[in-house]
């Protein structure tokens, strides 16, 4: 049986775990030919390398000429990008704890690693006359949250990034379009060192209350998973999206109220 994807390449940032891990397998078992992207990598993308459809690349996105590297992986042929890397340290100390040093990590893992990849993809794209971007931002794009202030604007900064893109590259065949996942069930948050941990301490309260009341925040009562963002992702990527373009697709359970 065809696979929706089936002859297509992509490249994946951030591919090592949660989001990006989950959008490698969902777009491998669609057909694509993947290149993950990561620091290190983990024994479940090992697994998938070993399958065949996945190619690993160590890169560190804040090297200069990793974003090429990345890209040249590609062999010459690039239908899909999703830029996924980002981190979002808790910020508990307050604006004025947040240092010159913290904010220019948080801008460059989180807005120039996907500025950087997407100048290294389009080219590919652009000789082709098609192509789909799919960035992961966050609904502290449009929900900021003084507990996570620098990554909020640098969110912010990406959908915008995003948007603008979409403009100039639309009638050359290529869509550009975010998604914005709420709470996810991933290391980011739920990790030794992640949200939930970093919270609780400086409340005073255990992760799992975090955790507890952050999910009672959302209607469904619950984070979502990171599968449940591939399946997003792997939707705009694909040609069922084909007239979408410039949006940006929020996954959060009802976490942002809309009444």
Known sequence: MTTPLEGRTAVVTGAGKGIGLAVV???????????????????????????GR???VPVDLGEPGDAERLVQEARGRLDILVNNVG?????????????????????????????RVTRAALPLMLEAGR????????????????????????????????????????????RVNTVSPGPVRTDLWLAE??????????????????????????????????????????FLAGDQAANITGSDMIIDGGFIPTW
Not at 87 to 115: K, Y
Not at 131 to 152: E, F, K, R, W
């Open 193 to 234: 060192g992640g949200v939930a941990d970093t919270v609780s301490a400086a409340a005073g309260v255990t992760p799992d209350d975090v955790v507890a009341q952050v999910a009672g925040s959302t209607a469904t009562g619950r984070f979502s998973t990171p599968e449940e963002v591939a399946g997003l992702v792997l």
């Open 54 to 56: 996945v190619t690993w």
């Open 87 to 115: 981190a979002a340290p808790a910020r508990t100390g307050g604006f004025l704890s947040v240092t010159d040093a913290d904010w220019q990590h948080i801008l460059d893992l989180n807005l120039l690693s996907a500025v």
């Open 25 to 51: 397998t969902a777009l491998a078992q669609a057909g694509a030919t993947v290149v993950a992207g990561s620091r290190t990598s983990t024994p479940e993308l090992d697994t998938l390398v070993k399958e």
């Open 131 to 174: 192509g789909s971007v799919v960035t992961v931002a966050s609904v502290n794009a449009t929900l900021p949250d003084p507990m996570v202030i620098d990554y909020s604007a640098a969110k912010a900064a990406l959908v915008a990034f995003s948007k603008a893109l979409s403009k100039e590259v639309g009638p050359k065949g290529i």
